[in-house]
């Protein structure tokens, strides 16, 4: 997957709580094990009405938010199944990072394995970046994984948690494949090592 390093976007405002996965990708865009096209049905329930046509009223599909990189959302974000075609969806679209109080351990994980960052802030900064992300076309967050930090459009610095490992892994671009890849050497030594003392194997 793509390294995470630093991203500086603009930030679109979903202050709705209990966002499930089904709502940011449902259930008929799960036909698919590829994880490329899957953009367009991203919040496709909310972005469009039911002749097809696009909802003025969603965010997404403002002037101002259609290039958004960055989702500052309600609380418990990815919560109900556990589709690994929501981070699919998101990464499609063009969203690197989603910012919240809480989200749901699952699709949490998730994330992380398809280089999307999910940055858990308290509530009194998520409220500031609610506000940050609510100034349209100047709503412009940068986001610097090695610091741990969210900056503003007028410069204030909102600090996030993450696990250092995780942070590794993002920093470096490494799944679980990725990580498997980095002992290739080792695990070749030992395949040759067991197929010389066990050649029945």
């Known amino acids: 997957m793509d390294k995470f390093t630093t991203l500086t976007g603009v930030a679109a405002p979903l202050n709705i709580t209990n966002i499930d996965t089904d ?9 698919t094990i590829a994880r490329t096209g899957l953009g367009a049905g991203l919040f496709s329930e909310m972005r469009f009405k039911e002749d ?4 003025p009223d969603f965010v997404l599909n403002k002037p101002a938010y259609r290039g958004a990189k960055i989702i500052v959302a309600g609380e418990n974000f990815g919560c109900g199944s556990s589709r690994e075609h929501a981070p699919w969806a998101l990464l499609d679209y063009g969203i690197r990072c989603v910012i919240s109080t809480s989200f749901a351990d ?3 994980n998730n994330c992380f394995q398809n280089g999307v960052l999910p940055a858990k802030v308290s509530q009194e900064d998520l409220d500031k ?9 100047n709503a412009t967050l940068s986001v610097d994984l090695e610091k741990q930090e ?7 610095v909102v600090k996030f948690e ?12 490494l799944d679980d494949i990725g990580l498997t890849l980095q002992k290739d050497a080792k695990i070749g030594s ?3 090592t067991v197929g010389a ?3 029945w194997m």
Do not use: T, V, W
């Not at 709502?23 to 036909?31: R, S």
């Not at 097809?52 to 909802?55: D, F, K, Q, V």
């Open 150 to 156: 969210i900056r503003g459009p007028d410069g204030g």
């Open 23 to 31: 709502m940011i990708i449902p259930k008929q865009y799960l036909k």
């Open 162 to 173: 993450i696990d250092a490992f995780r942070k590794h892994c993002m920093l470096n671009g």
């Open 190 to 192: 030992f395949e040759k």
């Open 129 to 137: 970046l609610m506000d940050d992300a609510s100034r349209g076309a």
């Open 52 to 55: 097809g046509s696009e909802n």
């Open 197 to 199: 003392e066990r050649p």
């Open 106 to 108: 699952i699709f949490y």
